[in-house]
Nanobody, 126 residues
Framework: QLQLVESGGGLVQPGGSLRLSCAAS????????IGWFRQAPGKEREGVSC????????YYTDSVKGRFTITRDNTRSTVYLQMNSLKPEDTAIYYC???????????????????WGQGTQVTVSS
């Protein structure tokens, strides 16, 4: 079992920055790929970014490339999502999720992810 807790959401003006954290406990964090997803009202859950267990590979959806950066600290069992140049369309509930992975490739589809956090609200508005 892996428990995930997100933090760091809030209200920010367009062009601002936030750093989300996903703290894990309860299992072998090092062996899990971690993904960040978001869901805006009336929209489907969207994969934003993911990072492999080995920390060797990262992936981003096109709309956040160059603005968001995912990192992980396996010594702290924590994954971060640094979000810069935020836009109103980034407004959503952000979730982190995990699944055990052996390959050096993670998935931006929610289907493989068996562990989910409760989400943190990000609102970008002036």
């Amino acid at each position: 079992q892996l428990q995930l807790v997100e933090s760091g959401g809030g209200l920010v003006q367009p062009g601002g920055s936030l750093r989300l954290s996903c703290a894990a406990s309860g299992s072998t964090f090092d062996y899990h790929h971690i993904g960040w997803f978001r869901q805006a009202p009336g929209k489907e859950r969207e994969g934003v970014s993911c990072i492999t267990a080995s920390v060797k590979s990262t992936y981003y959806t096109d709309s956040v490339k160059g603005r968001f950066t995912i990192t992980r600290d396996n010594t702290r069992s924590t994954v971060y999502l640094q979000m810069n140049s935020l836009k109103p369309e980034d407004t959503a509930i952000y979730y982190c999720a995990a699944y055990p992975g052996m390959l050096n490739k993670c998935d931006l589809s929610p289907h493989p992810y068996g562990y989910w956090g409760q989400g943190t609200q990000v609102t970008v508005s002036s």
